[in-house]
């Protein structure tokens, strides 16, 4: 009986005598609950389509969801699989990475950017430009960031939280020894960053997460009087003017062709003031990303930065 009553309706439908649209399109009344029994034939026969259309459409979605879910996650797997598979095996002498520009880098670099830290002088002194870029990168993010939340009706009406950790006998004590040591190992992060490992993007994430520590135990009202957002923003707009004018002279002195030297050496490598440009870009780029991630949080949090 149910195939006959299928066939018939795919029939109907197939000759033009069966139109769903026309049913949907059809005003749907409300009925109370209680009140079916009452309704005339004809509403109840709409209320049944448009709930079996609704199921079935949710059925479907959900089906699909799913299936498409599965094929999206074996599609990645298999490229992802398929690439580590050509990739070259550790350390081989045929691999592409293994050419002049990695012996220049390992042999070179630390004479030519004075630096001991071989990352920091290759990312601060032969690429310098690209981590400007991503630099560049945060600081785009944080715009779009405060384009689109700060300054939204919700957020400027949000009642402003009065609670703290800082009263707490655990929490407060352990916030009162903790930031001060983790901001402390922060600065520490990005003035070695040329001697050691460490350098702008750890020491700046070192100091972003002291800072967000600071402000859940007490209190975002209080960590953005201390920390205004002006002083934020001018911190990081100050950081990122003066990494591209500084490589800017570092570039224009450094060709050999136009005849200029830079009064900037690179220093004994192993020293404190050594590297050249490296130890102040370093700072640069860790206020930018210091900056950056309070900027997040307090906005996700507060809705405002200040």
């Known amino acids: 009986m149910k195939k006959r009553n299928l066939s018939e309706k795919i029939r109907q439908w197939y000759e033009g005598e069966l139109s769903f649209d026309e049913k949907i399109a059809e005003p749907v009344v ?23 259309l609704e199921n079935t459409e949710i059925k479907i979605s959900r089906v699909g969801y799913g299936v498409l879910s599965v094929v999206f996650c074996l599609i990645i797997c298999s490229i992802l699989i398929s690439t580590a598979l050509f990739l070259p095996g550790f350390a081989d002498k045929e691999a592409p990475t293994a050419n002049e520009v990695y012996e220049h880098y390992v042999g070179a670099g630390r004479d030519q950017t004075g ?15 690209d981590t400007l870029g991503e630099s560049f990168v ?11 939340l700060e300054g939204h009706k919700a957020a400027l009406n ?6 703290t950790y800082a009263t707490d006998p655990i929490v407060g004590i352990a916030a009162k020894i903790v930031v001060p040591v983790i901001l402390v190992f922060g600065v520490y992060v990005l003035f070695n960053g040329h001697l050691s490992p460490g350098g ?3 020491g700046g994430a070192i100091l972003g997460t002291g800072l967000i520590l600071y402000a859940q135990a007490y209190g975002d009202e209080r960590a953005a009087r201390v920390i205004p957002a002006g002083a934020i923003r001018g911190i990081t707009i100050a ?15 450094g060709n050999e062709f136009n005849g200029v030297h830079s009064v900037i050496g690179p220093g004994t490598p192993g020293d404190f ?15 930018v990303v210091c900056c950056t ?12 930065l200040d």
């Not at 209680?34 to 389509?49: A, F, L």
């Open 273 to 287: 003031l050594s590297g050249g440009l490296i130890l102040p870009l370093n700072l640069a780029v860790g206020l």
């Open 115 to 129: 630096a001991v830290n071989t990352v920091a002088g290759m990312i601060l002194d032969y690429r310098a430009f």
């Open 200 to 202: 702008g993007f750890s």
């Open 239 to 253: 950081a990122l003017s003066f990494y591209c004018l500084s490589k800017s002279y570092s570039f224009f002195t």
């Open 138 to 148: 945060l600081f785009t993010a944080t715009c779009a960031v405060l384009l689109l």
């Open 293 to 304: 991630m309070y900027t997040f949080y307090m906005i996700f949090t507060r809705g405002r």
């Open 158 to 163: 949000r009642a402003k939280s009065t609670f």
């Open 30 to 52: 409300h009925i109370p609950a209680g009140t079916h029994d009452q309704q005339p034939p004809e509403t109840k026969t709409k209320i049944r389509i448009v709930h079996r």
